[in-house]
C-alpha cells in the first residue's frame, strides 16, 4: 500500500501545504483529514516545534531549518506549531515542551500525567507536556501542565475510548 506524504512549510506569511485536506488555522493551527494514513512533513525554523495527534514523529534539522515528520492516522488529526520551544525527550513515550532546554531533570508529574502515557500508548501516542501558557486548543496527547482541567478532560477521552 503507498502512503501519501503531504508538505507543509512555514514562510513569512504562514503556513502553506500541499494538499488541499489540509486546512491552516490562525497561522499555527492546522486539521488534517485523511481516509488513509498518511505522512506530513513540516519545514519550520530551528525554534518552532510541530506537535500533532500522531503516532510517530522524527525530526530533522539541515542547515538552520528543522523538518519534522509525522505519521498520521486515518481520520481527523490536529497539529499545531509553537514557536521559540524546546522539545525534550523524558523516556521512550513522554516529552515536555518548554522554552528553555534541560526541563525534564525538574519535572513533577501530577496523577493525571502520569495515567496518561499509559493510556495514549494503546494508540502508539507519545505524550506532550507543555510547561509555558498557551491558550489553543491543543491536540490530545498534549496536556498543559499548569491546567489540571485540561489533563483530567483528556483523561476522560481516552478512557471513554479505551472502553470502546
Request: charged share 25%.
Amino acid at each position: 500500500m503507498n502512503s501519501i506524504l503531504v508538505k507543509c512549510s512555514k514562510k513569512q506569511d504562514g503556513i502553506t501545504c500541499d494538499n488541499s485536506d489540509v486546512k491552516v488555522h490562525n497561522d499555527s493551527i492546522l486539521e488534517v483529514y485523511s481516509k488513509m494514513p498518511i505522512y506530513v512533513l513540516f519545514e519550520h525554523e530551528l525554534k518552532e516545534t510541530v506537535i500533532c495527534s500522531g503516532i510517530n514523529f522524527q525530526i530533522h534539522v539541515w542547515s538552520t531549518t528543522k523538518y519534522t515528520l509525522w505519521y498520521l492516522p486515518s481520520g481527523y488529526n490536529h497539529c499545531i506549531l509553537f514557536k521559540d520551544t524546546y522539545l525534550d525527550k523524558c523516556n521512550h513515550n513522554l516529552y515536555v515542551l518548554t522554552n528553555r532546554p534541560g526541563a525534564c531533570s525538574n519535572l513533577m508529574l501530577s496523577i493525571c500525567e502520569e495515567k496518561m502515557p499509559n493510556l495514549l500508548s494503546r494508540f502508539n501516542m507519545p505524550l506532550f507536556i507543555l510547561l509555558e501558557e498557551d491558550n489553543r486548543k491543543t491536540p490530545l496527547n498534549v496536556i498543559k501542565h499548569y491546567s489540571s482541567r485540561d489533563c483530567e478532560d483528556k483523561l476522560l477521552k481516552l478512557e471513554s475510548m479505551v472502553r470502546f
